[in-house]
């Protein structure tokens, strides 16, 4: 009996031994945000012979290896799109673990960075190096702007941002940093003439910029939505129609901008243009309540009655606190259209 229970200790105590002699590395692979890269990978690789193993990070980044003898490896950790990170020797310590938190650049980041840490001897090797900072900052304070909607506040940032990376392009004496900016201002190009679409006093002066975006995908909705507006600026209604009838083959229907060609036909007193365009919104979505609204005062000043007391009850039933919740209840209770079945 005391052979046997001598047996059964011997693995425990075996394991023990072996963990005594091995460590552990774990860390994070992030982004310059601090976010998790999809498709990163940790390679290491043993410095003494040829030995290495990829691990894969989850997807909150987090790696972790253990069972690694306390030797030197080199560690490469690589992502599409990012900048290699490598690091040698990275010692592996006894019985204990070590941490590598390793945060990978894109090349534009990583050009920037080491500018920037430069200085000014850097930008004065390279006049165009301290316009390439300059710009990729500015555009980098406009995207929260311009994601959350806010043109008017981000146009003045993309402006700058392209007017100064155009000029970093013609300056840049390094060639490969001339072939990193060019499709960085084909995307800064493409939200300029987001911007000015949406929010510029002229409008029409984005259609050069969102026409060339458009050739290089042309199914890009929010560039056809800008397109649709430079259209109303230049009041092309033939250009208008064709941008919108794209649009609606991409997503389908949209009510809004059925919708809002029904307000502008209403506010031209244009009532029959109106009643199809509101009509139409309906069709695509029959619960558009500010459609229902507008339409019930379309059918008003045609004196069809019966179809102001509908639509006017729909808006209530669909709106019963909308803004023009009021105003459909007062109306219903007016006698012309409370007795009318």
Same mark, same amino acid.
């Given at each position: 009996?005391?052979?046997?229970?001598?047996?059964?200790?011997?693995?425990?105590?075996?394991?023990?031994?072996?963990?005594?002699?091995?460590?552990?590395?774990?860390?994070?692979?992030?982004?310059?945000?601090?976010?998790?890269?999809?498709?990163?990978?940790?390679?290491?690789?043993?410095?003494?012979?040829?030995?290495?193993?990829?691990?894969?990070?989850?997807?909150?980044?987090?790696?972790?290896?253990?069972?690694?003898?306390?030797?030197?490896?080199?560690?490469?950790?690589?992502?599409?799109?990012?900048?290699?990170?490598?690091?040698?020797?990275?010692?592996?310590?006894?019985?204990?673990?070590?941490?590598?938190?390793?945060?990978?650049?894109?090349?534009?980041?990583?050009?920037?960075?080491?500018?920037?840490?430069?200085?000014?001897?850097?930008?004065?090797?390279?006049?165009?190096?301290?316009?390439?900072?300059?710009?990729?900052?500015?555009?980098?304070?406009?995207?929260?702007?311009?994601?959350?909607?806010?043109?008017?506040?981000?146009? /003045?940032?993309? &402006?700058?941002?392209?007017?100064?990376?155009? %000029? @970093?392009?013609?300056?840049? =004496?390094?060639?490969? *940093? +001339? $072939?990193?900016?060019?499709?960085?201002?084909?995307?800064?190009?493409?939200?300029?003439?987001?911007?000015?679409?949406?929010?510029?006093?002229?409008?029409?002066?984005?259609?050069?910029?969102?026409?060339?975006?458009?050739?290089?995908?042309?199914?890009?909705?929010?560039?056809?939505?800008?397109?649709?507006?430079?259209?109303?600026?230049?009041?092309?209604?033939?250009?208008?129609?064709?941008?919108?009838?794209?649009?609606?083959?991409?997503?389908? /229907?949209?009510? &809004?901008?059925?919708?809002?060609?029904?307000? %502008? @036909?209403?506010?031209?007193? =244009?009532?029959?243009? *109106? +009643? $199809?365009?509101?009509?139409?919104?309906?069709?695509?979505?029959?619960?558009?309540?500010?459609?229902?609204?507008?339409?019930?005062?379309?059918?008003?000043?045609?004196?069809?009655?019966?179809?102001?007391?509908?639509?006017?009850?729909?808006?209530?039933?669909?709106?019963?606190?909308?803004?023009?919740?009021?105003?459909?209840?007062?109306?219903?209770?007016?006698?012309?259209?409370?007795?009318?079945?």
């Amino acid at each position: 009996m005391r052979r046997l229970a001598l047996a059964l200790m011997l693995p425990a105590i075996c394991l023990s031994v072996h963990a005594e002699q091995t460590g552990r590395i774990s860390g994070k692979v992030l982004n310059k945000e601090g976010k998790p890269i999809p498709g990163s990978k940790v390679n290491l690789k043993r410095v003494d012979r040829n030995w290495s193993k990829d691990l894969i990070p989850d997807k909150n980044g987090n790696f972790l290896q253990v069972g690694l003898e306390p030797k030197d490896f080199t560690m490469t950790v690589t992502a599409e799109g990012y900048v290699t990170y490598t690091e040698s020797p990275v010692k592996i310590p006894l019985a204990d673990v070590i941490v590598k938190n390793i945060t990978l650049l894109t090349p534009a980041e990583a050009r920037t960075q080491a500018l920037t840490a430069g200085g000014q001897q850097a930008s004065s090797e390279d006049p165009g190096a301290s316009l390439d900072i300059a710009g990729r900052d500015a555009f980098n304070s406009a995207i929260p702007l311009y994601n959350e909607g806010k043109y008017e506040e981000a146009l /003045p940032l993309v &402006d700058k941002a392209f007017k100064t990376l155009t %000029e @970093a392009k013609d300056k840049l =004496k390094d060639d490969q *940093a +001339k $072939a990193d900016l060019a499709p960085e201002l084909l995307k800064i190009e493409r939200v300029l003439g987001i911007c000015i679409a949406q929010a510029g006093s002229k409008k029409e002066e984005a259609e050069p910029y969102l026409l060339k975006a458009l050739e290089r995908n042309p199914k890009d909705e929010r560039v056809i939505l800008g397109l649709i507006e430079t259209s109303k600026a230049k009041a092309d209604k033939a250009a208008e129609q064709k941008y919108t009838t794209l649009l609606e083959t991409l997503q389908g /229907p949209n009510p &809004d901008l059925i919708y809002n060609k029904g307000v %502008e @036909a209403f506010n031209a007193g =244009k009532t029959k243009e *109106a +009643k $199809a365009h509101l009509t139409k919104a309906l069709e695509v979505d029959p619960k558009y309540a500010e459609a229902h609204f507008l339409l019930a005062m379309v059918e008003f000043g045609e004196n069809n009655l019966k179809g102001t007391k509908h639509n006017l009850q729909k808006y209530v039933e669909l709106a019963p606190n909308g803004k023009n919740a009021a105003t459909a209840k007062d109306m219903l209770k007016d006698p012309s259209l409370k007795n009318i079945k």
